[in-house]
């Protein structure tokens, strides 16, 4: 079946360094969200990418949706202690449901 | 947007008692989802509430261990039934669809001792 795998898992960085997960399905994808949890709080829409190739940017992130639609990637330029959280992208398994990755959880030293 | 409440925000319960977790939306919606994350967990839809029929499980989730109601179209409750310290997880209520944006509720923490 679908599924939708992101790495890393983890990641550490120092405050100001430059962070970047990556998602990629197994098959093609209609659209892919991405969505941020921090720390004890419930998951958040950030952005949903829709079209091949489309780039999406949010201030300091990038969101990329592959040309083949089956991979995207969020980068965060010069990170932030307020970026601290896992970041998730979902994929749509049918019209309504969607598929979540497995996360990526960011710590920010400041 | 949809704003989405639940009760309780958290609980601590003994193996084999159940705990029903009621979802509150502040519209009108179709689609009604519950999720489990286990800690440090990605999420797992559960089921889909369905207003006026069953709801709809996925693979792995019964109807006798997490049985859900959607008596309208804002409200919902899960049951996690007969629980065990397996149970422990967040339990995520949403709206929307794989084509709009998720809403998710604040969550209820889950701790079976």
């Known amino acids: 079946g679908q599924q939708v795998m992101q790495i890393p898992q983890y990641q550490h960085v120092q405050e100001g360094e430059d962070f970047t997960t990556y998602c990629n399905s197994s098959?093609?994808?209609?659209?892919i969200q991405w969505y941020k949890q921090r720390p004890g709080g419930h998951p958040v829409f950030l952005i949903q990418l829709v079209k091949s190739g489309e780039v999406k940017k949010q201030k300091r992130l990038t969101f990329q949706f592959g040309e083949a639609k089956k991979n995207s990637s969020l980068h965060i330029t010069a990170t932030q202690t307020t970026d601290v959280g896992t970041y998730f992208c979902a994929g749509p398994r049918n019209f309504n449901k969607f598929y979540f990755g497995s996360g990526t959880k960011l710590n920010v030293k400041p | 947007s949809a704003v989405i409440s639940q009760k309780p925000s958290r609980d601590i319960c003994q193996r084999g008692t159940s705990l029903t977790i009621q979802c509150q939306v502040d519209?009108?919606?179709?689609?009604m989802f519950w999720y489990r994350q286990q800690p440090g967990q990605s999420l797992t839809l559960i089921a889909t509430a369905n207003q006026g029929s069953e709801a709809t499980y996925e693979s792995g989730f019964v109807i006798d261990k997490f049985p859900i109601s959607r008596p309208n179209l804002t409200f919902s409750t899960l049951t996690v039934s007969n629980m065990s310290p397996e149970d422990s997880s967040i339990y995520l209520c949403s709206v929307g669809t794989a084509q709009e944006t998720q809403y998710f509720g604040p969550g209820t923490r889950l701790l079976v001792l």
């Open positions: 098959t093609t994808l209609s659209n």
């Open positions: 519209s009108q919606v179709t689609m």
